[in-house]
């Protein structure tokens, strides 16, 4: 519902800081053109999209701005700050006609705005202030040019960097697969000429039956098999080695390093022995070799799809693509997601510690957002670091807020440049690095979207970026 009251006088406009400095007989002109509108808690100001037809100026009560997002109406700011306008703000550019509200404004408490009509704020504009608008408006084509230029460009770049750790990622356990998969093929032919060889009418069906039960057991022992020190290999495979030489088997040491990873020793291949005799003992540890062979490559095969499997996933919780924008979440969840994703600009000098509270509940957070968020400030932490140092990934809870904290051991922020850091277009990164929008948008995304706050601490040798949430919906 909308009411429209009286109008201001010139006196009460300015009042205003917006006005304050007009002539009387500009702002009569304005107070003889505007109204005074009122909106209830909930009702539409005005709506993205919709023809610009008024400029709006706050004059009480709490509005709360609003872009859509790829069909989410997404949170800018908030106030409650009488003066502060919004609507039909470039009236006075271009053709007026086709001009549109860019966002939308919505009231949270029952409030009360200044409307002027969007012509009478563009022919103010071009005749008060001929000069301002011809600037305002070179700067608005100009700055609304740059940042599609430099957003499509950091958008590239982002994608660029992130599909190239992804590639090299998934690269390694593909290649795994690939190979183990070839080797198993040749395993897997020589395991029937082995089988052939054993079941040609030498050994009878007892025999036999002995020799599979074996081969099964080989397979649960290759399951079960503990890893082993490189020594403790080294001689377990000289022991498994003297054993098949004074046995008369052929290629002992080439059988030796695969039968000791399948968890195998002197006293189980008596067993084999004893089972098929010394006739076909050389043939039927072939057979098992393989077959252990055969188990580890396929046991291989199931880590390395495993891992893509986990790439994948983290692929998925980190774009969020196929979840809701605002969602309940595990904060840890979201910082191992960009981690994942971010593997591959790690320097091998940097180590990465994490020290998570479990018991932090689960957060409601527009998640794909806070991936972005975490990946400017890890991003920031491994540069400031240049190759060498420990990343520290932190989280817990302080009263009614949940803290994620990134840490880092590089040079540190100088405490002149400090208060700027947030600043949009502000970088300390050389020409070509870097455009200063990583922390303004982190920023944004966490006071002005989620109602929390950003903190940084800088010295040498220790930085932290502190991110607090509400554990509650705002």
């Not at 605002?326 to 969840?333: C, E, I, P």
């Not at 006071?447 to 903190?455: E, F, S």
Request: aromatic share 6%; hydrophobic share 45%.
């Amino acid at each position: 519902m909308t009411t429209e009251t009286d109008r201001l006088t010139p006196d009460e406009l300015r009042r205003l800081f917006l006005f304050e400095s007009l002539t009387p007989e500009q702002l009569a002109h304005l107070a003889e053109h505007g109204r005074v509108e009122r909106r209830r808690a909930g009702e539409a100001v005005y709506v993205e999209g919709e023809p610009a037809s008024c400029f709006y100026v706050l004059l009480d009560g709490t509005v709360t701005l609003h872009r859509r997002v790829q069909g989410d109406e997404v949170e800018i700011s908030r106030t409650s700050q009488p003066g502060v306008y919004g609507g039909a703000m470039q009236a006075y550019v271009g053709d007026l006609a086709e001009q549109r509200y860019l966002n939308s404004l919505f009231a949270v408490t029952d409030c009360a705005v200044f409307a002027l009509p969007a012509q009478i704020i563009a022919d103010a504009m071009r005749s008060w202030f001929p000069m301002a608008t011809h600037l305002l408006e070179g700067l608005f084509v100009g700055m609304r040019n740059t940042q599609t230029i430099v957003g499509e460009r950091e958008r590239l770049l982002a994608l660029g960097a992130l599909s190239a750790g992804l590639t090299h990622e998934l690269n390694n356990p593909a290649a795994a697969a690939v190979r183990a998969t070839s080797a198993l093929r040749g395993r897997v032919a020589k395991m029937r000429h082995k089988l052939a060889m054993i079941a040609d009418g030498r050994l009878d069906g007892r025999r036999l039956h002995d020799l599979v039960a074996l081969q099964e057991e080989a397979v649960k022992r290759a399951g079960a098999a503990p890893a082993l020190t490189p020594l403790a290999a080294s001689d377990a495979e000289d022991e498994l080695a003297d054993w098949l030489d004074d046995h008369g088997v052929r290629g002992a040491w080439e059988l030796a390093p695969t039968l000791v990873a399948g968890g195998i020793d002197s006293g189980w291949l008596g067993q084999v022995d004893a089972a098929v005799g010394a006739d076909d003992l050389e043939s039927a540890i072939h057979w098992i070799t393989y077959t252990i062979d055969t188990e580890l490559l396929m046991g291989e095969i199931d880590d390395a799809v495993t891992r893509v499997s986990g790439l994948v996933g983290a692929a998925k919780q980190y774009s969020q693509l196929d979840r809701a924008p605002y969602q309940t979440v595990d904060v840890h969840d979201l910082l191992d997601a960009t981690l994942v994703m971010l593997q591959a600009k790690i320097p091998a000098g940097v180590r990465v510690v994490k020290e998570y509270d479990q018991a932090l509940p689960p957060v409601p957070a527009y998640a794909a957002e806070l991936n972005q968020v975490w990946t400017n400030l890890i991003d920031n932490a491994l540069g400031a670091m240049a190759g060498s140092g420990t990343l520290t990934i932190r989280t817990g809870r302080k009263e009614d807020r949940l803290i994620v904290e990134v840490r880092d051991t590089g040079a540190g922020i100088p405490p002149e440049i400090r208060p700027r850091i947030f600043e949009p277009f502000f970088t300390t990164k050389p020409v070509g690095e870097g455009t200063g929008l990583g922390l303004d948008i982190s920023y944004r995304i966490v006071v002005n979207k989620h109602h929390g706050d950003i903190r940084v601490r800088s010295e040498p040798g220790d930085t932290r970026f502190v991110v607090l949430l509400p554990l509650t919906p705002a």
